[in-house]
Structure formats: structure tokens, C-alpha cells
């Protein structure tokens, strides 16, 4: 359970106040959304697990410990609105927020202390979300396969396309600009080896070549290829078409395409920085609609934190209105539905990012100023 500092005497005491008001209904919310979300997200599939492919109870039991902190996480919104609406709707009941009003307080500076919280929210949930979160959610699931007797998840992965690019080669070896040099696909990848992998080479003016092959292994050695039991054709000039089986050959390519099938498919499984990188990566290979993805997700992992501030501001604003009453059943149901809808609204702008209609920054943010909108004119209508 989380629980806030002891404020310094020089906060001032209506702020002490608040923060007191607030903290038990915080703590309340994210209990109560955690256990809620963790129930739903992993309790009961490692139940049927449990039950069904004899998953040991102890490493069920490890495995919930480590994704409780990417559900802790995402309690952090919903809490803070959920405690916001709550705290803010007794101090209005009771008469409490009249009588301040009446000594000319003004409803601004009664939700200060709120957003105060909501900023301090936001940067636990982005460290948690950043350095927290990635680590944990692969640990639980080499954990899980590991038990279940499976390969782990970042040694598995279907369609792996790398596109190389560089200079072009004309007939005399002289250069002939940049362009597509090599596209790499490979069906699958498992435990290490590309398997009914398929090589476009394009690195010589006036020639094409196809190197088709059962599987590839990446040797660290050569820094190069090696492919087993294929073909190579190769078109030339002249519209004669060669062709020569091979046991094994050694091919001439970076690494790249190894990295992008191990890359986590989920970005929530990413910090910053790696989702950062791989992000360049697809885009180095060609990959367009991932870059995006990905280019939103990141976005979104500062946008999500920025969420509490959201809803810190529209539950203080909420809760503060007159004869505002609201008990803790109401207050969950109306959070959880201004939780789904700011949710929805999220997840539609995000996939527009993802599909090239607006730019990733526009795409993540827009959704926050909106509801920033929102938030500021309940607080407007709330003053009155």
C-alpha cells in the first residue's frame, strides 16, 4: 500500500487539510482498482492455468507479483479521479466548501492541493511506467513460459521483414546512388533460427537476385548469414535466368532483421528509450505502419501519466459544485464511466495515428488537451 509523506508545517493548513481529505480516499481507489484489474487481467487466467496445464501455485503466485505493478499503474488515473470526486463531494455535502467560499476562497485555489497530488501522481506513474513496469512484465512472462516448458516469447515471431538500404552498384562497380539494397522476409522465427526465409537482392544496377532458403542463423563471427538447404536465382541482364542449390552459404547482412524479430511486440513491455530505438529500427527497415505504432505509443507513454492531471481536474471540479453528493458506490460508477470514455476517445485518436491520419504527437496529446478542456470549464462552472 502506498502512503504520502507527512506534510511540512510550512504547507499552509488549508492545504494540510486537503491532503488529508484526500489521501484516504486515495488509497481506498487504488486498492480497490488494482485488485478489480488484477482479478480480471491475471488472476483468472493463471487459475484456468493452474487447472488446466498444472502451472505450479508458487510460480502463479510470482507470476501475479510481478504484473502487479503494470496494474498498480494503470490505478493511478482512475484512483485519483475516483478520490478526487469522493473527497470533494463530502467537503460540498457537508457545507464544508460553502463555508470557505463565504471567507473568500475561491473554487480554484480549493482544487490547488488536488492538482498538487495529480502532479505527483504523474511522475510516479511515468517512473513507474518507464523503469518499473518493462522489466517486471518480462520477467513474468519468461517466468510463465519457463514453467509451462515453452520457448521464451522474445525467441518466437511470425513475418519478419527487414529492408536494408544503401548505395547502388553499376556494372563497372561505380556508385549509383542510394536505394533498396536488400529486403529480408522470413515466415517465422523460433529459438534462435529464420525459418522459409526469402532474400530480394537489389544491390547491383541491372540485376536481380533471389536466395530462398529452409533457415538462417545469424553468426556472430563472420558477421554474416548462413543459410541451409536453398537456391539462389538470378536474373540477368540480358533476360537469362541462373539458378544454383546450395547446403549452406554465408550471406552479407547485418544483424538487422534478428533485431526485429526479437523486438517485445507490445511497447508496454518497452521503456523510453528501447521503444526509441525500436522505432528507428523499423524505420531503417522499411516498416512504415510499425514506426507509426510505435511513434504513438511513445507518445502515449507520457500522455498516460498526464491522465491524472486529467482527472484530478475534472473529479475536484465534479465534486466541488454545490450540493454536490456523491457516495463511494456512485462515485466508482461515475468514475468508471468517465474513465471509459476519456479511454475510448484515447484509443480513436490512436488509431488514427497508428494509420497515418494525424501525427503521432497529435494523435496522443489531443485527447489530454480535450479533456484539459473539459475539465477547466466544470471548474469554471463550478466557481460560479
Do not use: H
Not at 58 to 65: D, I, K, L, W, Y
Not at 227 to 253: A, C, E, H, K, M
Amino acid at each position: 500500500m502506498i502512503s504520502l509523506p507527512p506534510l511540512p508545517r510550512k504547507v499552509p493548513l488549508l492545504d494540510r487539510w486537503l491532503f488529508g481529505e484526500l489521501t484516504g480516499p486515495l488509497l481506498f481507489a487504488i486498492a480497490a482498482f488494482t485488485v478489480v484489474s488484477l482479478s480480471v487481467g491475471v488472476m483468472f487466467d493463471l487459475v484456468r492455468r493452474i487447472v488446466e496445464s498444472g502451472l505450479p501455485v508458487t510460480v502463479a503466485v510470482q507470476v501475479m507479483a510481478l504484473k502487479l505493478p503494470s496494474f498498480l499503474v494503470i490505478s493511478f488515473p482512475m484512483a485519483t479521479l475516483m478520490a478526487t470526486l469522493l473527497a470533494y463531494s463530502r467537503l460540498s455535502a457537508n457545507s464544508e466548501l460553502t463555508a470557505l467560499r463565504s471567507v473568500g476562497v475561491s473554487t480554484v485555489r480549493l482544487v490547488a492541493p488536488a492538482l498538487v497530488l495529480a502532479i505527483l501522481l504523474t511522475g510516479l506513474t511515468l517512473v513507474f511506467n518507464d523503469v518499473i513496469v518493462p522489466q517486471a512484465n518480462r520477467s513474468a512472462e519468461s517466468t510463465l513460459q519457463r514453467a509451462l516448458g515453452r520457448s521464451l516469447a522474445t525467441e518466437k515471431g511470425k513475418d519478419i521483414i527487414y529492408s536494408r538500404f544503401g548505395r547502388l552498384q553499376g556494372r563497372d562497380d561505380e556508385q549509383r546512388g542510394r536505394g533498396l539494397n536488400q529486403l529480408f522476409y522470413a515466415r517465422r522465427f523460433e529459438k534462435g533460427e529464420m525459418l522459409d526465409v526469402t532474400v530480394l537482392d537489389f544491390s547491383r544496377v541491372g540485376f536481380r537476385q533471389m536466395l530462398v532458403a529452409e533457415k538462417a542463423l545469424w553468426r556472430e563471427q563472420e558477421a554474416k548469414w548462413e543459410f541451409l538447404d536453398g537456391q539462389i536465382l538470378t536474373l540477368n541482364t540480358n533476360g537469362s535466368t541462373t539458378r544454383v542449390d546450395f547446403d549452406r552459404y554465408l550471406y552479407p547482412l547485418s544483424a538487422g532483421p534478428l533485431k526485429v524479430a526479437r523486438l517485445p511486440r507490445d511497447a508496454n513491455n518497452m521503456t523510453i528509450g528501447e521503444a526509441i530505438k525500436a522505432r528507428q529500427l523499423y524505420v531503417e527497415a522499411g516498416n512504415a505502419k510499425e514506426a507509426r505504432r510505435l511513434a504513438v505509443r511513445i507518445q502515449e507513454k507520457f500522455t498516460f501519466p498526464v491522465s491524472c492531471l486529467v482527472f484530478a481536474l475534472i473529479g475536484s471540479s465534479l465534486g466541488s459544485r454545490p450540493g454536490s453528493r456523491t457516495s463511494r458506490s456512485q462515485g466508482f460508477g461515475i468514475s468508471v464511466l468517465l474513465i471509459l470514455g476519456y479511454y475510448v476517445l484515447s484509443f480513436s485518436f490512436s488509431s488514427l495515428g497508428v494509420k497515418g491520419t494525424l501525427p503521432a504527437v497529435t494523435a496522443a496529446w489531443l485527447p489530454v488537451l480535450i479533456s484539459l478542456g473539459c475539465g477547466g470549464s466544470l471548474l469554471r462552472q463550478a466557481s460560479r
